[in-house]
């Protein structure tokens, strides 16, 4: 018998694709706890990190649910905005990577391509909740489905679209 998957548990996939989001984080993040930090300061760090590795494992869990598994209903709008703000992670630690001498702080392709990518993304993410729930009647609104967790994740991170733009402070400065 075939079993059908729901998704709305997290399996090896998912773990794999959350490790990979902490990989593009120890990218972004490597500098900044190498400065000398106070007590504070690691926290900061350390909440970054976490909120950072969480985002940026974004694209990767897209990608693993949507072409290895065979999930009814997948995605929904929660798993493409949880992509769609992974994405300016996953670019800009690429762009860090291939310039690994200079901080990255003052390369001004990634500054530029950090602060745009965060930004465009934020606002499309922004467009998407507002038109979704907002602006429709509360019995259309009532109707989006909130599950599989990927779903609500990705949900989360978009109307918590600032943390992104402050996230992405903390990386650049």
Known sequence: MERIDSGRDINVLDGIALVMGSAIASVHMLRVIRSGLSPAGWIMAWLTFLCVALTAAGPFIFLARRYSRKLR?????????????????????????????????????????????????????????????VMVPPEQAARVEAAPWTNRVGLILSIAWPIQCGLGMVVLS
């Open 73 to 133: 209903g997948y995605p929904k709008v929660g798993d493409w905005l949880w992509a769609l703000l992974g994405v300016p992670w996953l670019i800009t630690a690429i762009i860090q990577s291939v310039v690994p001498g200079e901080d990255p702080r003052h390369n001004p392709l990634f500054a530029t391509t950090l602060s745009l990518s965060l930004a465009i993304s934020c606002v499309i993410a922004l467009a998407v909740v507002w038109g979704t729930w």
